[in-house]
């Protein structure tokens, strides 16, 4: 396919295209822009269409017209059209779905099994990896493997649901480039793997006398052990060793073992050295698996000179502490210093709030189409307001904003019946049990009680403590990947920033430093750190910006002052001494 082969309207969008991919590359010539799918698609995929100054459904034109040039050109596959299902195994199957239920993705993947002349009883994971490559090659989006992993969930549920469905569990292999390690329960040593796990979270009365550790690790820390205990295992694998020669975890702490498998993971985690070409610098990842190696030294009672020569070598898998935030973190602080973004982010929970009431009551568009009221939707949005607001009062980690209870970390206060509702926020971090409190009056305090009195009961499980619930069970808080995930799409779609929950804390100490660039004390309390390091790290971004700031203003105001008995630029200093009368 040729330009002239394109339709006069297609060759208008195509340009228009190009010049969008331009503005999210750093305004760069359309003439450079290469239509690979591999560069324009992420690219294009990741815009927000606020950063850009277009409409939402504008943005998904040019992707779409993109796609469409990308596959007349044969540069990506072409879509597959799926009809019915012909075979009648899959034609019962896709019949017995519940009608509640908008399985869309799982309707896909029946059909392409069913086009690829595949049985029910014969699908298994490979066939799912073999369907996510196919639609990676025909869509090149970034949610394909959400979408399936989406198909694998929903196929997984329906086992226990329909009579007949296949038994099959699946499971989406890992993406390319990451490595699949084999469960602890694929080696010898797994039964001291769960003896190890237990001594994790063991209460300090089980602890022995000469044990080091005295406070029981949490769930999270307990995951990531057993993560790092996967992948020093896998390591072992790698550099020759056999499952059946690994029958204890002792195996894992002779110190040439352990400096062998440090090596290979710095080789795989590591950061390039800036100065030397064929070396590579530790990074947070082996920093985990040296902490992980130094917990199975405690556990297994390494002794005194063995285990302090172990310790020695872990130092060098560890990253030295930063004085100073990173860059991403600094070019997102600097980016929220834009008055318009700015306001964006806090406005945002107002205009959600809005958004809610509008999908809970129902709404006519301009065009006179009727949109019928969804009010599970409108408590999805609402509960997106709320912890919004909350973040930017009291930044939270995820998962202490996930587990707020009313009554317990949330409770409510009116003075009166007409008087101000009054919201209390207290918080006991989950990370290092330090307490961190606010209140909340106006209209912050209004935001949750409309989330609470007139969206809440919409949702799944109103009855529960949970201030946000889980929609499969109410005695479970809200997932907080799914949560944390739900936010961040909710500030990109409509600031054009990406931003974590965890952003809100350094975007709170950056705005309380910027207000008083001494208030440390204030950063260290609002977020609830026992030391001032972290504190630190943004009080220096700060002072020194204000440095700069100071310094140039200086300069001005000193040569301001000196403009009257400055000298000429080029003329000699004794004629410019004897004009002044300085000779």
């Given at each position: 396919?040729?330009?002239?082969?394109?339709?006069?309207?297609?060759?208008?969008?195509?340009?228009?295209?190009?010049?969008?991919?331009c503005?999210?590359?750093?305004?760069?010539?359309?003439?450079?822009?290469?239509?690979?799918?591999?560069?324009?698609?992420?690219?294009?995929?990741?815009?927000?269409?606020?950063?850009?100054?277009?409409?939402?459904?504008?943005?998904?034109?040019?992707?779409?017209?993109?796609?469409?040039?990308?596959?007349?050109?044969?540069?990506?596959?072409?879509?597959?059209?799926?009809?019915?299902?012909?075979?009648?195994?899959?034609?019962?199957?896709?019949?017995?779905?519940?009608?509640?239920?908008?399985?869309?993705?799982?309707?896909?993947?029946?059909?392409?099994?069913?086009?690829?002349?595949?049985?029910?009883?014969?699908?298994?994971?490979?066939?799912?990896?073999?369907?996510?490559?196919?639609?990676?090659?025909?869509?090149?989006?970034?949610?394909?493997?959400?979408?399936?992993?989406?198909?694998?969930?929903?196929?997984?549920?329906?086992?226990?649901?329909?009579?007949?469905?296949?038994?099959?569990?699946?499971?989406?292999?890992?993406?390319e480039?990451?490595?699949?390690?084999?469960?602890?329960s694929?080696?010898?040593?797994?039964?001291?793997?769960?003896?190890?796990?237990?001594?994790?979270?063991?209460?300090?009365?089980?602890?022995?006398?000469?044990?080091?550790?005295?406070?029981?690790?949490?769930?999270?820390?307990?995951?990531?052990?057993?993560?790092?205990?996967?992948?020093?295992?896998?390591?072992?694998?790698?550099?020759?060793?056999?499952?059946?020669?690994?029958?204890?975890?002792?195996?894992?702490?002779?110190?040439?073992?352990?400096?062998?498998?440090?090596?290979?993971?710095?080789?795989?985690?590591?950061?390039?050295?800036?100065?030397?070409?064929?070396?590579?610098?530790?990074?947070?990842g082996t920093?985990?698996?040296?902490?992980?190696?130094?917990?199975?030294?405690?556990?297994?009672?390494?002794?005194?000179?063995?285990?302090a020569r172990?310790?020695?070598m872990?130092?060098?898998?560890?990253?030295?502490?930063?004085?100073?935030?990173?860059?991403?973190?600094?070019?997102?602080?600097?980016?929220?210093?834009?008055?318009?973004?700015?306001?964006?982010?806090?406005?945002?929970p107002?205009?959600?709030?809005?958004?809610?009431?509008?999908?809970?009551?129902?709404?006519?568009?301009?065009?006179?189409?009727?949109?019928?009221?969804?009010?599970?939707?409108?408590?999805?949005?609402?509960?997106?307001?709320?912890?919004?607001?909350?973040?930017?009062?009291?930044?939270?980690?995820?998962?202490?904003?996930?587990?707020?209870?009313?009554?317990?970390?949330?409770?409510?206060?009116q003075?009166?019946?007409?008087?101000?509702?009054?919201?209390r926020?207290?918080?006991?971090?989950n990370?290092?049990?330090?307490?961190?409190?606010?209140?909340?009056?106006?209209?912050?305090?209004?935001?949750?009680?409309?989330?609470?009195?007139?969206?809440?009961?919409?949702?799944?499980?109103?009855?529960?403590?949970?201030?946000?619930?889980?929609?499969?069970?109410?005695?479970?808080?809200?997932?907080?990947?799914?949560?944390?995930?739900?936010?961040?799409?909710?500030?990109?779609?409509?600031?054009?920033?990406?931003?974590?929950?965890?952003?809100?804390?350094?975007?709170?100490?950056?705005?309380?430093?910027?207000?008083?660039?001494?208030?440390?004390?204030?950063?260290?309390?609002?977020?609830?750190?026992?030391?001032?390091?972290?504190?630190?790290?943004?009080?220096?971004?700060?002072?020194?910006?204000?440095?700069?700031?100071?310094?140039?203003?200086?300069?001005?105001?000193?040569?301001?002052?000196?403009?009257?008995?400055?000298?000429?630029?080029?003329?000699?200093?004794?004629?410019?001494?004897?004009?002044?009368?300085?000779?």
């Open positions: 396919m040729t330009w002239d082969d394109l339709p006069l309207m297609r060759r208008r969008t195509l340009v228009s295209s190009l010049n969008l991919l503005r999210t590359d750093g305004k760069r010539s359309p003439a450079t822009v290469l239509l690979d799918p591999a560069v324009c698609l992420p690219a294009i995929d990741t815009a927000s269409a606020v950063d850009l100054g277009i409409a939402p459904k504008t943005l998904q034109n040019h992707r779409a017209n993109l796609r469409y040039v990308m596959r007349r050109r044969g540069l990506l596959a072409p879509v597959r059209r799926y009809g019915p299902t012909s075979d009648p195994a899959w034609a019962v199957l896709e019949k017995a779905l519940p009608k509640r239920f908008h399985p869309h993705r799982l309707h896909a993947f029946m059909r392409d099994c069913d086009k690829n002349g595949l049985q029910p009883g014969e699908v298994t994971s490979a066939t799912l990896d073999d369907y996510a490559r196919r639609l990676a090659a025909s869509q090149g989006s970034k949610n394909v493997r959400a979408n399936v992993r989406e198909a694998a969930r929903q196929w997984n549920k329906m086992r226990g649901l329909i009579p007949g469905w296949p038994d099959t569990e699946l499971v989406l292999g890992p993406p480039g990451r490595i699949q390690t084999p469960p602890l694929a080696y010898p040593l797994h039964r001291e793997a769960e003896d190890y796990s237990a001594w994790l979270v063991r209460s300090p009365e089980d602890a022995d006398e000469d044990d080091e550790a005295p406070d029981p690790a949490s769930p999270e820390t307990v995951a990531t052990r057993r993560k790092g205990l996967r992948l020093l295992l896998w390591a072992m694998l790698q550099t020759g060793s056999t499952p059946d020669e690994l029958t204890d975890l002792g195996v894992l702490l002779q110190f040439d073992t352990a400096k062998r498998i440090m090596r290979l993971h710095r080789d795989r985690l590591g950061t390039p050295h800036p100065n030397k070409a064929n070396e590579r610098l530790p990074t947070h920093a985990m698996l040296a902490a992980t190696l130094q917990s199975l030294a405690i556990f297994r009672k390494l002794p005194g000179e063995a285990n172990l310790r020695r872990l130092k060098v898998y560890r990253p030295k502490r930063q004085c100073e935030i990173g860059d991403d973190l600094s070019a997102l602080l600097d980016r929220l210093e834009d008055p318009e973004t700015e306001a964006r982010l806090l406005h945002l107002a205009l959600l709030l809005h958004k809610a009431r509008r999908l809970r009551d129902g709404w006519t568009s301009k065009a006179g189409v009727n949109h019928p009221p969804k009010p599970q939707e409108a408590c999805w949005m609402a509960a997106l307001a709320a912890a919004l607001e909350i973040l930017l009062h009291l930044p939270l980690r995820v998962h202490d904003l996930t587990r707020l209870r009313l009554g317990e970390e949330l409770s409510m206060r003075a009166g019946e007409r008087g101000p509702v009054e919201a926020l207290s918080v006991t971090a990370k290092n049990g330090r307490l961190v409190e606010t209140w909340l009056r106006g209209e912050p305090a209004a935001v949750l009680v409309e989330y609470l009195r007139d969206f809440r009961p919409l949702g799944p499980h109103p009855t529960t403590a949970w201030v946000f619930p889980n929609r499969d069970g109410a005695a479970l808080p809200r997932n907080k990947g799914g949560f944390s995930e739900r936010i961040a799409r909710a500030i990109h779609a409509h600031t054009g920033v990406r931003m974590t929950v965890h952003d809100f804390r350094a975007f709170a100490a950056a705005r309380i430093l910027q207000d008083n660039p001494h208030a440390v004390e204030d950063v260290r309390a609002l977020l609830g750190h026992g030391g001032f390091e972290i504190a630190l790290r943004y009080y220096r971004r700060t002072n020194r910006q204000g440095t700069a700031r100071r310094v140039s203003e200086g300069i001005g105001t000193r040569r301001r002052r000196s403009a009257a008995t400055a000298i000429p630029p080029g003329l000699p200093l004794d004629l410019a001494r004897r004009r002044r009368g300085m000779a």
